[in-house]
């Protein structure tokens, strides 16, 4: 019997399921697996889409029909339960404590982390966090 893998996704997966952008298609092919993530990322997710939505890249209704997918989609862990860690992270990292929140989940479930963002795939680079990174 085969166990299923838990990945925790950040933001920079997730929108690309429901904007076309690069490696949307290798993003869509995580979708039905073990997903998992931090309640934040529905912020980020809302907060990327209104930006589209004031360029006019996606319309209004595209915007609001994504969240209550997206909650369907990943299991969704309170930040609030990762915040201390997060902040450690993001002060040894250097880097914003958003994504810190995304790491600290991933170490929490010895998962690994999938994400499209080079600069935080960087900022692991020589850390404790650098064996729990994928890039997308």
Known sequence: MSRAL???????VALKWYVEEPESERAEALVG???????WMLA????????????????RDHACAV???????VALHPATELAEAALEAALELRHPIYDGLFLVLAEE?????VTADLRLIHACRGTRF???????
């Open 109 to 113: 479930l010895s998962a690994d982390l």
């Open 67 to 73: 969240l209550p997918h997206l909650s369907e989609t």
């Open 33 to 39: 697996g073990g997903l998992v993530a931090p309640d």
């Open 6 to 12: 838990t990945l925790v996704v950040d933001t920079s």
């Open 130 to 136: 650098e064996s729990r990174i994928r890039q997308l």
């Open 44 to 59: 980020e997710v809302a907060n990327a889409l209104w930006k589209k939505v004031m360029k006019g890249e996606i319309t």
